[in-house]
């Protein structure tokens, strides 16, 4: 489960964050966010087991190949476009409330529900949220905590 929360986290980051630079390519976000999440699995998987850096290093290879075809499916317009979304909702929805994007250009496309809503006691507001990915035909599911910052985006938490 908390493998899960981590590989959602990621992934929500990097559309969050993926205008702030147009530097790495799609495919390359893709990989390094694969490799990631591919090392936390096998760290966990091998957990008490002698081989465990052999898991690790697997998970790394394995989850690379993955985000890479990922990412190279996954173009700038739908990560502004899921990026965008996400703070919609974050921002102007009620509990449960599902927002959609879709890329006409792609066929890729998303939703982004919030869950929960808290007030921290600074009286930050934080939400949970669900997501879901469709790219290229597959499916990916998440789901993460943001909180709004000053300058009124949301940060999700890790």
Same mark, same amino acid.
């Given at each position: 489960?908390?493998?899960?929360m981590?590989r =959602?986290?990621?992934i929500? #980051?990097?559309?969050l964050l993926?205008?702030?630079?147009?530097?790495?390519s799609? @495919?390359?976000?893709?990989?390094?966010a694969?490799a990631? !999440?591919?090392?936390?699995?096998?760290?966990? %998987?091998? /957990?008490?087991?002698? /081989?465990?850096?052999?898991?690790?290093a %697997?998970?790394?290879?394995?989850g690379?190949?993955?985000?890479d075809q990922?990412g190279a499916?996954? /173009?700038?317009?739908d990560?502004?476009?899921a990026? @965008?979304?996400?703070?919609?909702?974050?921002?102007? &929805?009620k509990?449960? #409330? !599902?927002?959609?994007?879709q890329?006409p250009?792609?066929?890729?496309?998303?939703?982004a529900?919030?869950?929960?809503? =808290? =007030?921290?006691?600074n009286?930050?507001?934080?939400?949970?949220? &669900?997501?879901e990915?469709?790219?290229?035909g597959?499916?990916?599911?998440?789901?993460?905590?943001a909180?709004? @910052?000053?300058d009124?985006?949301?940060k999700?938490?890790?």
């Amino acid at each position: 489960m908390k493998t899960k929360m981590i590989r =959602v986290t990621i992934i929500s #980051a990097s559309l969050l964050l993926a205008g702030c630079s147009t530097t790495p390519s799609k @495919q390359q976000q893709g990989a390094a966010a694969g490799a990631v !999440v591919g090392g936390v699995l096998g760290s966990a %998987l091998g /957990d008490g087991h002698a /081989d465990k850096g052999w898991a690790i290093a %697997l998970g790394i290879i394995f989850g690379a190949i993955v985000g890479d075809q990922i990412g190279a499916q996954l /173009d700038e317009r739908d990560r502004l476009l899921a990026a @965008q979304n996400l703070q919609y909702s974050l921002e102007s &929805t009620k509990n449960g #409330a !599902v927002t959609t994007w879709q890329n006409p250009n792609t066929g890729n496309g998303g939703t982004a529900t919030p869950t929960t809503t =808290v =007030v921290q006691s600074n009286g930050t507001p934080c939400r949970e949220f &669900t997501t879901e990915i469709q790219v290229g035909g597959e499916t990916q599911q998440g789901y993460g905590t943001a909180c709004r @910052q000053a300058d009124g985006s949301w940060k999700i938490q890790s």
